[in-house]
C-alpha cells in the first residue's frame, strides 16, 4: 500500500495558550474514560450486547445525539501484568515496525502511523491509518493521543486515549479514496483503552476498550462499520490466550494422571463455564472437553496449548488460572472424577467477571446442563468467596450454629490458608500484603488456641458427666443384683463395678451387703403382713440414693428400712420371700 508523504512541520504550532488547551482536553477525555469504567456495571444494562466467539463481553452504544457515529465497548480480563498489557499497546511514532513481537493487539490494527507534534511527556498529536473490514476503504484519522498512568487508593491503572482534532501539518483529507491517497479521514472521539489492575488481585488485569467513530465518506452507514470496530477489540479475547499458553511454554502444561470421565458432549447445550447456549446448527459438532475437569465448553472459555505438532491440549481458563502456571514446577492434576468432593469446587463463571455478578442477557434454560466441578489444584480445602482472607469474628456469622468442634476445624482450615497466603507473599516480595497475612495468621492462631482451650474443657466436664451418671447406674443395678443373689456372690458384683475405678462405688456395695446380713437375723414373723398388697402406715419407705451424691450416703439409711417390709411379686403374681431371691428369675415387681 502507498501511503502519503507528510511534509515536515514548520510552524509555532502550538502556542502556550493552545498547548494548554490541548492538555485540558486530554485530561477530561482521560477522566470521562476512568468514570465510565469505574460505572460501568450500571451503565452496560442500558447497552446491547453483542455476541463474540472470544472470551470477551461486547456492546453496542447506540448515541441519541448523533446517527452518524457508532460506538462499541469491549471489556475482558487478562491474567498478566498490567506493564505487560501497557507495553504491547504502545503505538510508536512510526509504523508499521517490522521488529514487533508479542501478543496481537489494537497496534496490529494499525497501517501506519505518525507523531506530528509532541504536547508533553504524556501528549501528542499523531496520524494514524486504520484497517477497515473488507467491503470499505480505509480511513485515518488525526487524533490527539495520550498514554497516562495513574495510581489510586487500591487501583493502579493506565489510560491510553485518541481523539479527533484539526491540525494544519496533518496530511490533507477526502470524502473518498483515491489511488493516490487509499483512505477516508474520520474521526474517532472521547476513545481509547482503560486497563485496571486492583491491588487485592495483583496479576488480572481490567482491560476496557472504547470507539466512538463516525466513518464519514459517502459509504452509508452499515454493519461493515459494525463489524470494523469489532476487528478492533478482536484481540482483547485472545491475548489472555496467548498469555497463557507462553506461561505454559515456560514451565510446562499440567500432566494429567488419568483421562478425564465422558460427560457426553454431544448432548451439551450450553458451555459449563459461561453458561452460553450452544447454537442449533453446532450441537452436532464436537465441543471443546477440558483435558483436567472434563467440562464442555465453548470456544471462548477454552485455552488450546500446543506441546507438538501432533499434541493439542485443551484446558478451560479455571483450571489453569487455579493451576497458576506461574508456580516454579509442574504439578501433577488428578482429574475431578477421581477426587474426593472435599477437594472440588464448583465451576464459576468466566474468570474476567469483576465487575458485575454476570454480564451476558439472561438465557432461559429449559434444561439444566450438568454441573462440573473443578479440582482444587494443590489445596486440599475450598478458598474462601473471592479468596480474601477476613478475621474470624467477620466470618462467624456466615457459619451459625456450628458446634465447638465444628469452630474450631474451621479456625484451622482459616490458619492453613492464612499461612500458605503468607508463603506466597513472602516468596513474592510483597511486604505489605506479607504483612497483612503474618497479622491476620497471628489473630487466627490465638483464635485456635482459645477454642482448643474451651473444646478441651468442655470435654472433660462432660466426661465427669457421663462418668457419674454411669457410676448412678451401676449402682442401681448393683443393688438389685445383692437383693437377687446370694451372700457368696458379693465377689461376683464387686468384680461387675470395676472396684480399681471407684472406691466410693466399692464402699456403697459394702454397705449394701452389710444391710442385707443384718436385717436377715430378724424375726421371720415381722416380714409379713395381713395383705399382701397393702403396705403398713408405720414401715417405713425405702428411699432411692439420688445421683451424684454417693460420698454423702450415711450407714444409718440401712438402719431405717428393713427387708421384712419388702414384697417381691413374679410374672405369675406369686409372692416369694427374700431369702429365696437366688431361686428365681422372673421377678415381676417390688412392693413395700
Known amino acids: 500500500m502507498r501511503l502519503p508523504k507528510i511534509p515536515a512541520i514548520t510552524s509555532n504550532f502550538p502556542s502556550m495558550e493552545e498547548r494548554s488547551q ?47 457515529t457508532s460506538t462499541v465497548c469491549g471489556v475482558t ?59 470499505a476503504f480505509h480511513r485515518d484519522f488525526v487524533v490527539l493521543h495520550t498514554c497516562d498512568h495513574f495510581q489510586e487508593v487500591e487501583t493502579s491503572g493506565v489510560v491510553i486515549m485518541l481523539h479527533s482534532l484539526d491540525f494544519p501539518g496533518a ?76 506461561k505454559l511454554r515456560r514451565v510446562g502444561a499440567p500432566r494429567v494422571r488419568h483421562s478425564s470421565a465422558s ?26 472437553k477440558c483435558l483436567v475437569c472434563g467440562a464442555v465448553l465453548c470456544s471462548a472459555c477454552t485455552v488450546e496449548y500446543e506441546e507438538s505438532t501432533v499434541n493439542k491440549m485443551v484446558f478451560c481458563m479455571p483450571c489453569i488460572v487455579k493451576w497458576n502456571p506461574d508456580g516454579p514446577s509442574i504439578k501433577f492434576i488428578q482429574p475431578v472424577h477421581l477426587m474426593q468432593e472435599d477437594s472440588q469446587i464448583k465451576l464459576r463463571s468466566q474468570m474476567h467477571r469483576r465487575f458485575d455478578e454476570s454480564s451476558r442477557p439472561a438465557v432461559p434454560k429449559r434444561k439444566q446442563s450438568i454441573d462440573s466441578t473443578v479440582p482444587m489444584l494443590g489445596d486440599d480445602d475450598p478458598p474462601s468467596p473471592q479468596h480474601n482472607l477476613q478475621g474470624v469474628h467477620e466470618q462467624a456469622p456466615q457459619v451459625p450454629n456450628l458446634s465447638p468442634q465444628s469452630k474450631l476445624t474451621y479456625l484451622r482450615r482459616q490458619l492453613h490458608e492464612a499461612t500458605a497466603v503468607l508463603v506466597r507473599e513472602s516468596t513474592n516480595g510483597n511486604k505489605r500484603e506479607a504483612k497483612k497475612a503474618m497479622e491476620q495468621r497471628k489473630q487466627l ?29 451401676r449402682f442401681t443395678q448393683a443393688r438389685l443384683q445383692s437383693l437377687r443373689l446370694p451372700k457368696d456372690g458379693h465377689d461376683r458384683v464387686v468384680e461387675l463395678s470395676d472396684s480399681t475405678r471407684n472406691y466410693v462405688f466399692q464402699h456403697k456395695v459394702e454397705s449394701l451387703w452389710s444391710f442385707r446380713s443384718t436385717e436377715t ?5 415381722r416380714w409379713r403382713h395381713s395383705s399382701s398388697d397393702v403396705v403398713s402406715s408405720s414401715a417405713p419407705v425405702l428411699k432411692s440414693i439420688p445421683r451424684h451424691s454417693y460420698a454423702g450416703v450415711s450407714h444409718r439409711a440401712s438402719d431405717d428400712a428393713r427387708t421384712s417390709d419388702i414384697q417381691i411379686f413374679t410374672d405369675s403374681d406369686k409372692r416369694v420371700d427374700v431369702g429365696d431371691l437366688h431361686l428365681i428369675d422372673d421377678i415381676h415387681s417390688f412392693a413395700l
Not at 493487539?105 to 507523531?115: L, M, P
Request: charged residues 25%; hydrophobic residues 35%.
Open 22 to 68: 490541548l492538555q485540558d482536553i486530554a485530561e477530561q477525555s482521560c477522566r470521562y474514560l476512568k468514570h465510565l469504567a469505574y460505572t460501568l456495571p450500571d451503565v452496560k444494562e442500558n447497552w446491547e450486547s453483542i455476541e463474540t466467539d472470544t472470551n470477551m463481553e461486547l456492546y453496542l452504544i447506540k448515541d441519541k445525539n448523533s446517527d452518524t
Open 77 to 135: 480480563g487478562i491474567h498478566a501484568s498490567l506493564t505487560e498489557v501497557a507495553d504491547s499497546l504502545v503505538i510508536t511514532g512510526a509504523l508499521p515496525d517490522a521488529n514487533r513481537r508479542g501478543p496481537q493487539t489494537f497496534v496490529d490494527e494499525i497501517i501506519a502511523s505518525k507523531t506530528l507534534m509532541r504536547v508533553d511527556m504524556k501528549t501528542s498529536i499523531k496520524w494514524m491509518a486504520l484497517k477497515s473490514s473488507e467491503g
Open 171 to 246: 496530511p490533507p483529507s477526502f470524502e473518498m479514496s483515491t489511488s493516490a491517497y487509499p483512505f477516508i479521514r474520520g474521526g474517532i472521539y472521547r476513545s481509547g483503552i482503560i486497563l485496571l489492575e486492583n491491588n487485592s488481585t495483583p496479576g488480572l488485569v481490567d482491560v476496557v476498550s472504547v470507539f466512538k467513530v463516525d466513518f464519514k465518506g459517502s459509504e452509508r452507514q452499515n454493519k461493515i462499520h459494525r463489524n470494523t470496530l469489532q476487528s478492533w477489540t478482536a484481540w482483547m479475547g485472545y491475548m489472555n490466550k496467548y498469555v497463557l499458553c507462553e
Open 263 to 288: 460427560l457426553g458432549p454431544a448432548k451439551a447445550r450450553s458451555c459449563e463455564s459461561c453458561e452460553a447456549p450452544f447454537k442449533f446448527k453446532l450441537r452436532r459438532t464436537p465441543k471443546s
Open 445 to 473: 492462631l490465638e483464635d485456635v488456641q482459645a477454642m482448643e482451650a474451651f473444646v478441651s474443657k468442655q470435654n472433660s466436664r462432660d466426661n465427669r458427666q457421663y462418668k457419674d451418671e454411669d457410676d448412678g447406674m
Open 521 to 525: 437375723e430378724i424375726d421371720p414373723s
